[in-house]
């Protein structure tokens, strides 16, 4: 029992497997908290840019 578990504490056969699957989840997460940001910072910079563009037009529809 002793060799055996000797054995399995110096295998190290799956530790690739498990390197890359957490690169891969570090990864993806990034990629969606970074498109998460820059999906609100778009957002917000649209909305900006319709209120100007409102304005504008409001204040073109005025002038006879």
Do not use: C, N
Not at 42 to 59: F, G, I, N
């Amino acid at each position: 029992m002793k060799a055996l578990f000797t054995r399995f504490v110096h295998d190290d056969q799956g530790q690739d497997l498990i390197e890359y699957a957490l690169l891969g989840s570090f990864v993806s997460l990034a990629a969606y908290f970074g498109a998460d940001t820059l999906g609100t910072a778009l957002d917000d910079w649209l909305v900006a840019v319709a209120t100007e563009v409102d304005d504008a037009a409001a204040a073109v529809a005025v002038i006879p």
